[in-house]
């Protein structure tokens, strides 16, 4: 959240289904303290079990997208609506659905590919976040279906207006205020009218309100109290996947912003810019592909002494945490390939390189990958190399290519068949020494570059 990334949204969610809470709560009469508390234990204990699991295993096995999917927050909400069964019982928790409902958008991963799909923008933050707020002032408002679609029609013609204002007025403002302003503004504006309303035609009295002082149905929450406290400190125990939210290595000067310097050692057969990578790393994210042949032919790297080919894959963006955020096979079409685990490789001038394999079963080729990031203190840098084990001229790459929803199906295979489908147990680094030593030139080059432009 400190970063101003789409996180910001998320006590907005709390807000929010607080709202529509507090509306359903208005409109529900005394109920009859009749409880099944063994259902209420039975159904608690398992949701409880699955909050555990989901944080416990699933976390750590989906450490390389664990920005992208967060579900520590699916497992928040399974966590927080196993309380609420296990303190207050499975009927009076079920009648507050809607909320429930909305609470469920704390996990991010749906709001992530929307926000996508409309253009990755600060207005698309907005939107998307938008929606949940008039869904929101619908439930909050709902004592017909008539008076439900009123105030969510009000809601969005408030939340539109303040983002049009914002739009228009302040573009430049933070992500923050384009998610909060048109989201708070509309149910509150909109519940106010509708409130007035309500009031005028007496449909609302003040002795609605006194339906928020009631006694607790239930008389046995004292044990589920102490069930939670202590499952809730256990899970808080659990190591969530870390990351990192600026480079490890700052080169000041560093050439950020446009294609890669050429080493000595390469010539540049092609490059090229991706424009919707704005849509992925901000509206100044950029995205570049150079392809490159080494002058001379190396019997190391081909039996016939050709020179072999990489490409390389640049983006900048002066937002880092979204490396973390999306990942390769976001920006990637590699629905179906096979990865290896990263292994650490110590680059020149300090850089951290990540050598792994790149498996396409279908094209019987393997892809050889070293990534790594840096910045110059102001704007980061990610690079991605790239070689393959056909050592033709004609050798085919994987394209950059913002494919959202192959890749959603993707993460869902995953995640629901586990990771033997999309990894690669046994990797074979063919062509380790070609592209640790293309890394090593290409690092060189940069440094050397940064250098001239700090000299003049």
Do not use: C
Not at 311 to 319: K, Q
Request: glycine share 8%; no cysteine; net charge positive.
């Amino acid at each position: 959240m400190g970063t101003g990334n789409l996180m910001v949204y998320l006590p907005l969610v709390f807000v929010l289904a607080g709202v529509a809470a507090l509306g359903i709560a208005l409109r529900v009469g005394r109920e009859l303290p009749i409880h099944d508390r063994q259902a209420d234990a039975i159904v608690g204990g398992l949701l409880l079990i699955i909050a555990v699991v989901t944080q416990g295993l699933l976390n750590p096995r989906y450490s390389n997208v664990y920005l992208l999917l967060h579900l520590d927050l699916l497992s928040l909400w399974v966590f927080i609506l196993a309380g609420s069964v296990l303190m207050f019982g499975l009927r009076p928790t079920g009648r507050y659905w809607q909320a429930w409902v909305i609470l469920l958008t704390m996990f991010p991963f749906p709001p992530r590919l929307l926000i996508l799909i409309f253009g990755g923008s600060t207005v698309a933050a907005g939107l998307v976040v938008l929606v949940v707020a008039v869904v929101a002032a619908a439930t909050a408002t709902a004592r017909s279906s008539r008076r439900a679609l009123t105030g969510a029609l009000l809601a969005a013609l408030v939340g539109l207006t303040v983002l049009a204002i914002l739009h228009v007025g302040f573009p430049g403002a933070p992500r923050a205020v384009y998610i909060w302003l048109p989201s708070v503004a509309a149910p509150v504006i909109a519940g106010l009218i509708m409130y007035h309303d309500s009031s005028r035609t007496g449909l609302v009295t003040r002795r609605m309100f006194d339906r928020l002082d009631r006694p607790l149905a239930t008389s046995t929450a004292r044990r589920p109290a102490i069930v939670l406290l202590l499952v809730g400190a256990a899970v808080h125990f659990i190591q969530v996947p870390t990351f990192a939210v600026q480079p490890a290595v700052e080169i000041p000067h560093l050439q950020i912003g446009r294609p890669l310097t050429v080493p000595p050692q390469w010539r540049e057969v092609s490059v090229r810019e991706y424009d919707w990578a704005r849509r992925v790393y901000g509206t100044d994210g950029l995205m570049y592909r150079q392809e490159l042949v080494a002058l001379d032919g190396n019997p190391a790297w081909d039996r016939a002494n050709r020179p072999r080919k990489i490409v390389a894959d640049t983006i900048s963006t002066n937002r880092p945490i979204l490396f973390s955020v999306y990942p390769v096979n976001v920006v990637y079409n590699l629905v179906g390939d096979r990865f290896s685990d990263d292994v650490p490789i110590d680059l020149d001038h300090g850089v951290q390189g990540r050598l792994s394999t790149l498996v396409d079963d279908s094209a019987l080729l393997t892809y050889t990958r070293m990534t790594w990031w840096w910045g110059d203190g102001a704007r980061a840098q990610g690079i991605q190399l790239l070689s393959v084990d056909d050592h033709q001229a004609g050798a085919v790459f994987p394209q950059p290519e913002l494919t959202t929803v192959a890749n959603v199906n993707s993460v869902l295979s995953v995640l629901f068949r586990g990771n033997a489908i999309a990894q690669d147990r046994d990797p074979n680094f063919k062509d380790r020494d070609l592209i640790v030593t293309a890394a090593n030139q290409i690092i060189d080059a940069q440094v050397e570059a940064a250098g001239r432009a700090a000299a003049s």
